[in-house]
């Protein structure tokens, strides 16, 4: 349990306002160690059932990623938990209705192509992660090639018309959307009275910069986050937290502690 009067009063106020609060987590760093191969990432022991535990008690729970909603659902399927997958420009409700951005959809024949390309091209030492709409090239395997994977990501974004995204050891090429954490938060919580974010990378920064200018404007509106640390990328995310814990396992105990606030004894 992590004792601390900032967590203990922020878990107050959510108990509180459960019928109109929302806690919304990142995925990888997050719910999950960092991995060199991302396909094979799972969430840390015992975060899936401190999630649902949470999501049975307050208004809404959502995971929001740069992961696939196809490979969120293998985790979190089944659960009152929305997921948001690729940034928002896919979801899937609760009730099993997924949908995909209409506009990112002529995009998938660019993206196939420079995943193509990638595998042929690039050091066969980079990992490719084909997501369908976005191709993700991971060079946490061959730090090393970091300048080759920014100069051909670069090189193929201009071709191409893709955005490129990076993160912890990895450079993604997504549709030149204007999608992103930020925006799915400021979609998702918009009847929210209360939300907490949690997360630890540069993707989550859009989200925290939404959640910070809801608070600068409606004084009424509570927000917590916490970070996980990240001593790769994560400076930036670690200043807009509220709390930091030390890894995705440090993180259960803190849920725990939130769904024990939730239950009916504690409120």
């Not at 949470?54 to 995971?63: D, L, P, S």
Request: glycine fraction near 8%.
């Amino acid at each position: 349990m992590i004792e601390s009067q900032s967590v203990t009063d922020a878990l107050r106020i959510a108990a509180e306002r459960r019928q109109t609060c929302g806690f919304f987590f990142d995925f990888d760093g997050t719910l999950s160690e960092i991995r060199d191969d991302p396909a094979g990432v799972e969430p840390v022991p015992g975060v899936v059932a401190a999630v649902a535990e949470i999501a049975e008690h307050i208004r809404t729970v959502a995971v929001v990623s740069g992961r696939p909603v196809d490979f969120l659902r293998k985790h979190f399927g089944g659960l009152p938990v929305r997921l948001y997958g690729l940034y928002g420009m896919e979801s899937l409700d609760p009730d099993g209705t997924l949908w995909t951005d209409p506009e990112v959809v002529p995009w998938i024949s660019a993206v196939a192509d420079v995943a193509k390309r990638a595998v042929t091209e690039l050091d066969p030492d980079i990992l490719v992660e084909d997501k369908r709409l976005s191709v993700a090239l991971h060079y946490r395997t061959a730090p090393h090639l970091r300048a080759q994977v920014e100069r051909w990501g670069g090189d193929r974004a201009s071709e191409y018309g893709l955005s490129p995204l990076p993160g912890r050891m990895v450079l993604e090429l997504k549709p030149p959307i204007r999608r992103d954490k930020g925006g799915v938060i400021r979609a998702a919580t918009g009847d929210l009275r209360c939300v907490w974010y949690f997360g630890d990378d540069l993707g989550d920064l859009p989200a925290l910069t939404a959640l910070a200018d809801r608070a600068k404007a409606d004084r009424g509106f509570e927000v917590f986050r916490v970070g996980v640390s990240n001593p790769e990328t994560g400076d930036q995310v670690a200043a807009m937290m509220d709390v930091i814990v030390g890894s995705p396992r440090d993180l259960v105990p803190l849920l725990r502690q939130a769904g024990q606030a939730f239950t009916p004894s504690h409120t």
